[in-house]
């Protein structure tokens, strides 16, 4: 079984700033590690993703990821917030070898200030 | 990607009434798969739409409430049935487009508020 902890359901960045949003996993099995972002009234659209292979993954909009093995974290970070990165970002992980389950988290609001 | 639209984008309905959300793809995809977003919540897998057999169903999730179809490799409708309160949600469905794909594209989801 998969499941997934996203720290702080509200991050507040200034424009600018370095963006982290933080997410554990915990997975009885090599996982897949995803994260999605969800604009206001949108569904949801991929970033990024972890399969194998290279632990730091770049994604759209200048965002990366590192898969730590070690500490079950994939971090999503961005070295500077624009104002178009405000929006809800989901943490998910599915089993190795499949994407058909996700587990998601419970979501991280990211809100960009001037 | 595959580009995925759903019909209604909203509804409000009355409870007791019960309401059909169709998903539409662009492409042929191997699997499609509905989830339920409450209010302030996260995702969560209501069931696996499988093409010319019973859809699957996750824990706590029945086919009785959630009616699944799925016709062809293009299209699904999930039915919310008898619809309390409760379910006012927004649902999503999702593509996985080809064998050994890894990565779920979602539609826009259907706003649904139930008075």
């Known amino acids: 079984a998969q499941s997934v902890t996203q720290l702080g359901s509200h991050v507040s960045v200034s424009e600018g700033a370095l963006v982290l949003l933080r997410c554990n996993y915990s997975?009885?099995?090599?996982?897949?590690l995803f994260w999605y972002v969800q604009y206001p009234n949108q569904g949801l659209q991929l970033l990024l993703k972890?399969?194998?292979?290279?632990?730091l993954v770049k994604g759209i909009n200048g965002f990366e990821a590192e898969f730590k093995k070690s500490e079950t974290s994939f971090h999503l970070t961005k070295p500077s917030a624009h104002m178009s990165d405000a929006a809800e970002y989901f943490c998910?992980?599915?089993?190795?070898?499949?994407?058909?389950?996700?587990?998601f988290g419970t979501g991280t609001r990211l809100q960009v200030t001037l | 990607s595959a580009v995925i639209s759903q019909k209604p984008s909203r509804d409000i309905c009355q409870r007791g009434t019960s309401l059909t959300i169709q998903c539409q793809v662009d492409?042929?995809?191997?699997?499609m798969f509905w989830y339920r977003q409450q209010p302030g919540q996260s995702l969560t897998l209501i069931a696996t739409?499988?093409?010319?057999?019973?859809?699957?169903?996750e824990s706590g999730f029945v086919i009785d409430k959630f009616p699944i179809s799925r016709p062809n490799l293009t299209f699904s409708t999930l039915t919310v049935s008898n619809m309390s309160p409760e379910d006012s949600s927004i649902y999503l469905c999702?593509?996985?487009?080809?064998?050994?794909?890894?990565?779920?594209?979602f539609g826009p989801g259907t706003r649904l508020t139930v008075t």
């Open positions: 999702s593509v996985l487009q080809g064998m050994g794909s890894y990565e779920q594209y």
């Open positions: 997975s009885s099995v090599p996982p897949y």
């Open positions: 972890y399969t194998t292979g290279a632990t």
């Open positions: 998910a992980v599915s089993a190795t070898g499949t994407a058909s389950k996700l587990t």
């Open positions: 492409s042929q995809v191997t699997m």
């Open positions: 739409a499988n093409q010319g057999s019973e859809a699957t169903y």
